[in-house]
T-cell receptor, first 114, second 115 residues
Framework: AQSVAQPEDQVNVAEGNPLTVKCTYS??????LFWYVQYPNRGLQFLLK??????LVKGSYGFEAEFNKSQTSFHLKKPSALVSDSALYFC????????????FGPGTRLSVLP | NAGVTQTPKFQVLKTGQSMTLQCAQD?????MYWYRQDPGMGLRLIYY???????DKGEVPNGYNVSRLNKREFSLRLESAAPSQTSVYFC??????????????FGDGTRLSIL
C-alpha cells in the first residue's frame, strides 16, 4: 500500500530565512514524488517532481526538494522565504507499478512572517 | 489558458437534493479525476477516468456517480446529498494516468455545503 505523511500541520518561518516542509512516504516499488502548492480558494499547482536521477530537484518559484531513499523522505526547501510563499503545501506519492493512483498527504500550512 | 474549469464555484444544497458538478479541460488530456478535500485529510480520490469511455472507483466513491461525457468533460453527480458530503471538490486532469511521472492539473474547486 502507498502512504504519505507530512508530520507538521503548520510551519512558521521569518521572511528571508530558509524553509523546510517535511514529507515521508511508503511505497512497495520505486516512488514518483510530487509537491503541490495551494493558495486560498484555488486549486493545487504543481511545484516539482522526483522520478529518477539526481536526488536534488529544482522547481518553480525557487523551491527545491531532496529525495532521500534510505529515509524515505522528500523534503521541500527554499533558501530564502518570501511572505508570498505562505500557502498550503501537499506532498503526493505514487508507486511506479502500473495502475496506481497518487496518494496525497494531509498538507502543511506554511506561514512566512514579515 | 483556461486549463481545468469547474462549475459551479459554490453551492448550498438541502439534504436529499441532487446536483451535478461539471468539469472541463482544454489540454487534450486523456485522464481526469475527482477529489474531495477535507481539513486535515488532504485530497481523497472519488472517481477517475483513465481515458474517454472508462471510469473507475477511487478511495471514497460511495454516494457519487460520474460520467465521462467526452474527452474534455467529466461530471460528478450526487444523487441524494448528505451532510457528510459537505466538502471542497476538485477536478483534475493529466496527460495519461499510465504515465505516473506526469503532474495533475487542477481546477479551482467547487465549495459544496449540504444542510
Amino acid at each position: 500500500a502507498q502512504s504519505v505523511a507530512q508530520p507538521e500541520d503548520q510551519v512558521n518561518v521569518a521572511e528571508g530565512n530558509p524553509l523546510t516542509v517535511k514529507c515521508t512516504y511508503s511505497v512497495s516499488g520505486n516512488p514518483y514524488l510530487f509537491w503541490y502548492v495551494q493558495y486560498p480558494n484555488r486549486g493545487l499547482q504543481f511545484l516539482l517532481k522526483y522520478i529518477t536521477g539526481d536526488n536534488l530537484v529544482k522547481g518553480s518559484y525557487g523551491f527545491e526538494a531532496e529525495f532521500n531513499k534510505s529515509q524515505t523522505s522528500f523534503h521541500l526547501k527554499k533558501p530564502s522565504a518570501l511572505v508570498s510563499d505562505s500557502a498550503l503545501y501537499f506532498c503526493a506519492v505514487r508507486d511506479d507499478n502500473y495502475g496506481q493512483n497518487f496518494v496525497f498527504g494531509p498538507g502543511t500550512r506554511l506561514s512566512v512572517l514579515p | 489558458n483556461a486549463g481545468v474549469t469547474q462549475t459551479p464555484k459554490f453551492q448550498v444544497l438541502k439534504t436529499g437534493q441532487s446536483m451535478t458538478l461539471q468539469c472541463a479541460q482544454d489540454m487534450n488530456h486523456n485522464s481526469m479525476y475527482w477529489y474531495r478535500q477535507d481539513p486535515g485529510m488532504g485530497l481523497r480520490l472519488i472517481y477517475y477516468s483513465a481515458s474517454e469511455g472508462t471510469t473507475d472507483k477511487g478511495e471514497v466513491p460511495n454516494g457519487y456517480n460520474v460520467s465521462r461525457l467526452n474527452k474534455r468533460e467529466f461530471s460528478l453527480r450526487l444523487e441524494s446529498a448528505a451532510p457528510s458530503q459537505t466538502s471542497v471538490y476538485f477536478c483534475a486532469s493529466s496527460f495519461d494516468r499510465s504515465f505516473g511521472d506526469q503532474p495533475q492539473h487542477f481546477g479551482d474547486g467547487t465549495r459544496l455545503s449540504i444542510l
